[in-house]
Every structure is written in C-alpha cells, then in structure tokens.
C-alpha cells in the first residue's frame, strides 16, 4: 500500500489533512483578499456576523474587521507553530542523537538537564520569558521552542539507544566512518518517522500555547493573532459572545486537524503498530 | 526506613532543581533589555532616580555578577523574594495569601479530571471496537485540542450569562459576609465552573492514556490465564486489567502536574480567581518582575512537590518498584 493510501485509511486523518488546507489557505490568501491591515478600523464597532455586506463576521470592539484578523490570524498561527517546533527539534534532535549515541557521563548530565527543563511548569516558563524578552514574535518562538523540546530530545535518544548496536551501525564503524558520519547517515534517517509524528502534535501544542499567550497580552503588538482577538473581546463577552467565539473555533479546528493529521502519518509511517492498534 | 531514605533523596533533588530555578531567575533578570534596578523597580513612575540608584546599592549592581548571583540566592534562601512595588506587599506575603486558592482549584480539577478521566478511558477501552467508544475517543481528542480559555469563556458565556445558573467570577459572593457551611457551599458554587473547565483537558489527557494503558494490559498473559480460569469478564477488567493500568497513569498524571499549574493561570484569569494564578497576571499587565519571578518560583516549588507524592502513592501501590531502586 502506498503512503497515502495508508494514511488516507485513516478517515479522521483525511478530514484533518481537508481543514488544515482551509486553514493553510486562509493564510496565504489573507494578504490577497484583506491586503490592508487587519488592525485597521473600517466600519461601526460591535457589528455582528452578516449584518452589514462584505464584513461577514462583524466587526470586533474598535471596528476592525473580523474576518480580516481570522485570516491574518492564520498566518501568524501557522508561522508561529512550524517555526517553533523546527527550532525545538534543532534543539531536542542533536541532545537527543549525542545522549543515546554515546551514553555514559555524557548521556547521564544531557538527561539531568532535559529533566530540569520537564519539572519546570511549561507554560509558566513560557510567560516568564516572554515577558522578560519582551513580547515580539522573536521571543514568542524562542518560549515556545525552549519549553518543548524535552520530549524531542527523549525520544530521540531512546531511538538512537535501540539502534546504535545495530548490524548496519556496526558495520559502517567497521569500515571506518567516523562517529557524525554514523549519527548523521546511518541512525538519524531511521528515526525520521517517529519524530515527524511528533513534530505534528508538537506544531498543535505550539499553537495552542500562542493563543494562550496572546490572549494574555503577551502577543506581538503588530501581528494580529487568534488568542488576541480573544483576549481583546474578553472584556465584552456579555454584549459580543461571537468576538470570542469564532477565534476560538478558527484554533480548535486548527488544533483538531493537526492532532488528527498526526495520527494518520502515524498510522502510514508505522503501519504495524497501525494494524495492532485498530 | 526504605521510604525515609527515598524521601530523602527526593528531597535533595528537588533542592537542587530549585537552587536552579534560583539561578535561572537570576538569569532571566539579566537577559532582560535595559536597567535591571529599573525592571526590578517597575517601569512606572515609582522608579526615580534616586530610588533606582538605592537599589541598585542594594543588589550590588555595580559588584561583579557572581557577587550579584550570590546575594540573590541566598536572598531567597532566607525567604527574601523581594518587595513589590505595585501592589505595596512582600512578594512572600502575597504569594502566601493566594496559594490556598490555587490549591483548591487544581486540587478540585486533579481528582476531577482523574477520575473521569479513568472511567471515560476505561469504557472506551472495553468498547473499543464498538460506536459509543469512538465516541468517547473523539470527544477526548475535541477536549484535547480546545483552548483552555475559550472553554472558560464560552462557560461564562452559556452558564452564567444566558442560563444564569453558576457564579461567573470570584471565589465568594463579595459582602455576603457567610459563615461556616454556607460559606463553604458559596465556594464550591463558585468552584465549579473554574474547576471543570481547568479538569476539562486534563480528563481528555487521562481518558486517552487510560484507553491505551488497558489496551496493552490485555494484552498481557495474566489476562489470558484468567480467561482460561473461566472469570466474568466484568471481575477481568477490574482486577486484572485495569489495575495493572493504573500504575502508568499515576505516573504520567504526576508529570502533568506542571500543565494543570499553567493551565490554572489562564482559569483563573477568566474566572477572577483569587490564585497565584491570576496574581501572575497581574504581575504581567504591571510589569512587577519581583512578583513574577516570585510566583514562578513558586509554581515549579508546587509541581516538584507534586512530583514526590505521586512518585511514593506510585511505589506504594507497587512494591515491585522498592526493590528495584531501593
């Protein structure tokens, strides 16, 4: 069977991998349909869904347009998750590959200090060094990135332990590669499918975590994003529900597909624990 | 003795893992751009000249670092976590006051999403191949995926705005001024709504381990031999299976600890919940630094002790484990 096949077996996976292109293409299209900014004030503050033609989701408490921010909001969404989770598993897959690889004193310190990292309340953190930082997108995905790579990191040390005495490792140390040549070519390559896995839940959480850090005022003041325009609503929930509610279904559809999409490339990557697991 | 020394032990690691937390701090003041006697005096008004320069002397800014570094840790090792200047208290005595009503909260959606958690996962285990336990699986991966603080919003929202049932703000009726049992109803009325929705993720977490721990418990030999034995397969699922699977949960439910304390701090934003929660908001909208770092501080203090009493109910529940690392 072929990999999409197997993936597309996977019904919830297929309707993940449809929303997820909705949203992907909310993102790029926004500077094409909305080329203005979506902090602009364009019309009567308060205005609900469909009341007024071409605002068809209001618009929120300063008259900017709603459906404006969902589409920009897309892309800061997006952006924000991939970027963090590729800076996480820069961190995570080198600590991970040298701790598993080696072992020893040096297997021993890495996982004391990923350790330190996982007792260390997450999010709490998050907040902590975003504030310090100042918020901006920059420092947004260093928090992120710096508060989940642990997982990275022991996953990756515990593949690269059941590989690294392997047939095909021992014969490539027999004619002579070095140690990185072993790591980068021989192990790391076959452990891609479970961190891909990982890396798609990983994008999930990481846009979760920026929702909530922008819905507490710590977003970057110039790029409008999902959690502000919750947070920013939150203040008139009693008068305007739907200001908080729609942001709120634009990142639990995003979320909801990311999880969902992960779970199929799970099952097409490892179609044997697939086939037990159902 | 054996669970004294363990105790022990525990307890030197988590002093070390917050003697770095101190330092991490420490870190953190640095990092930050700008002044760091201006930071730590706020950016508003209160920080003149004058005063920035008192604390300046005060922290031996102008010493080298590792002075600086050792002035601070052993500041805190004497439970000096600094003044803020905002709100006009010791940041210990703030934390302190607000510290039980975190407690509640988490504790309240810790039992509560555990146990939920372990029934939910438990039935879609033993349907797992029936309807009504997809169901149950897709409603934990819809949980698993919301934004805590939307969930908070749109129950403020649904209960208290348009059904008018729960309190939607606080911890009591403010001048109501009850006693004894009414005030503990008015609390656990006001509890409610944070509590769930705090519980909410978490029971979606717990119910999805639950499903996978009991999974690969049935699959074990014991199960077959019971089977073989002629058991009811009610008696199978609650002594053989589900025992056996508890033991990973409690394990994993201690290491979310860490989650539910980041996940208060977004509930009690919403509900106004008088936690340290919310004071860490407060701190993040007044730019109060010492009080920050002081309930950070204090939030890893609380899951590291978490860690240690789910670590020993795990090793009481299994004594298999004492005499592997004792």
Sequence with gaps: ?278 | MVYARLILLRLFKAAIVLLMIIIFNFLLIQLAPGDPAAIMAGEAGAADEAFIAQLRERFGLDQPLYVQLWKYVSGILSLDFGYSYRQQMPVLDLILDRLPATLLLTGTAFVLSLVLGIVAGSMAAMRARKPSGSVIMALALLFYATPLFWVALMAVVLFSVYLDWLPAYGMFTVGANLQGLDLVLDIALHLILPATTLGLFFMAVYTRMTRTSMLEAAQQDYVKTARAKGLAPGVIQRRHILRNALLPIITLAGLQAGQMVGGAILTETVFAWPGIGRLMHEALVQRDYNLLLGVFFFSAAMVILFNIITDLIYRIADPRIKEASA
């Excluded at chain 1, 992907?24 to 602009?40: K, N, T």
């Excluded at chain 1, 990983?202 to 975590?209: F, G, Q």
């Excluded at chain 1, 959690?227 to 200001?243: C, F, H, K, N, S």
């Design chain 1, 1 to 278: 069977m072929s990999f999409f096949a197997r993936f597309a077996r996977n019904r919830g996976a297929l309707f993940g991998l449809i929303i997820l292109w909705v949203i992907i293409g909310m993102a790029i299209l926004a500077p094409i349909v909305f080329p203005e900014s979506p902090w602009r004030m364009v019309q009567r503050p308060f205005l609900p869904p469909f009341a007024v033609d071409g605002m068809w989701l209001g618009t929120d408490t300063m008259g900017r347009n709603v459906a404006a921010g969902l589409m920009h909001g897309a892309w800061v969404s997006l952006l924000i998750g991939l970027i963090s989770t590729s800076v996480a598993l820069l961190i995570g897959v080198p600590l991970g590959a040298i701790a598993g690889y080696y072992g020893g004193w040096l297997d021993d310190a890495l996982m004391r200090f990923t350790e330190f990292f996982q007792t260390i309340p997450n999010f709490a953190l998050a907040i902590v060094l975003v504030a310090v930082m100042q918020p901006s997108v920059t420092s947004i995905v260093l928090a992120i990135a710096l508060v989940s790579w642990p997982p990275v990191a022991r996953l990756v040390r515990a593949e690269f332990m059941s590989l690294r005495h392997r047939e095909y490792v021992e014969a490539a140390r027999l004619i002579g590669q070095t140690n990185t040549q072993i790591i980068l070519r021989q192990i790391l390559p076959n452990t891609l499918s479970p961190i891909i896995v990982l890396a798609s839940l990983m994008v999930a959480t990481a846009i979760l975590l920026e929702s909530s850090l922008s819905f507490l005022g710590l977003g970057d003041p110039n790029a409008m994003s999902w959690g502000y325009m919750i947070g920013a609503a939150r203040t008139v929930i009693r008068q305007a529900w739907w200001l908080s509610f729609i942001p709120g279904v634009a990142i639990l559809l995003t979320v909801l597909a990311l999880n969902l999409v992960g779970e199929g490339l799970d099952d097409a990557l490892n179609p044997k624990l697939a086939r037990e697991r159902h």
